[in-house]
């Protein structure tokens, strides 16, 4: 499956406590995103790469969130200090950067979060 | 930045009916609108898109419609079947910054009735 792949599936932590979610995109795709789905809303954007770039970040992602796309592949979206707010399905997205007319952007299947 | 409303928030359908799911979005300078399915427990998936320099595109029984003028795009399936229940989103990108992000709508959960 070459499609975007993301790990863990499904996470249950307790309140307090540091989670990590990684994503890795379409090998030739330069730009990923991470969105966040809660039940029965759209997702919402959380922050964009252009390669290694973190060029967008939603006022949605408090300081206890931090995400990093070291060499322009993967990327890790962590959160700190978990709240039962963060209760969510964390999905990465990924495109093949063109100028001019937006790119289509193909999701990865979600990392579910449950914070008890 | 950009606002995406959608309509309805749930659509019931007799199989072989026609759904139309309607959006309005806000910001002038958008120019690419995709439509995603999203099947419960999975990914949204990609079905249809358009660009803001044509009015109209056709996918076999899926087809999206775009009123530059309104602000205004709708997905229209005809013929549907039970496979076709799911929730569908559209969404339109953000010109704000560098542009590339995108703004959902709320989505619609159809069901289709045999």
């Known amino acids: 499956d070459t499609g975007v792949s993301q790990d863990p599936r499904h996470k249950i932590t307790k309140r307090g406590q540091n989670v990590t979610f990684r994503c890795d995109p379409i090998s030739e795709h330069n730009r990923l995103y991470w969105y966040r789905q809660t039940l029965g809303q759209g997702p919402e954007f959380l922050t964009y790469f252009q390669n290694e770039a973190q060029l967008e970040k939603s006022r949605l992602l408090s300081d206890r969130f931090s995400a990093e796309r070291p060499k322009g592949s993967f990327s890790t979206l962590e959160i700190q200090r978990t709240e039962q707010g963060d209760s969510a399905m964390y999905l990465c997205a990924s495109s093949l950067g063109r100028t001019g007319f937006g790119n289509t952007i193909y999701f990865g299947e979600g990392s579910w979060l449950t914070v008890v | 930045g950009e606002n995406v409303e959608q309509h309805p928030s749930t659509l019931s359908v007799q199989e072989g009916d026609s759904a139309v799911i309607k959006c309005t979005y806000s910001d002038s300078a958008s120019n690419y609108f995709p439509w995603y399915k999203q099947e419960l427990g999975k990914r949204p998936q990609l079905i249809i898109d358009i660009r803001s320099n044509v009015g109209e595109k056709k996918d076999q029984r899926i087809a999206v419609t775009l009123n530059k003028t309104a602000k205004h795009f709708s997905l229209h399936i005809t013929e549907t079947q039970p496979e076709d229940s799911a929730v569908y989103f559209c969404?339109?990108?953000?010109?704000?910054?560098?542009?590339?992000?995108?703004?959902f709508g709320p989505g619609t959960r159809l069901s289709v009735l045999p």
């Open positions: 969404a339109a990108n953000n010109r704000d910054n560098y542009g590339q992000n995108f703004v």
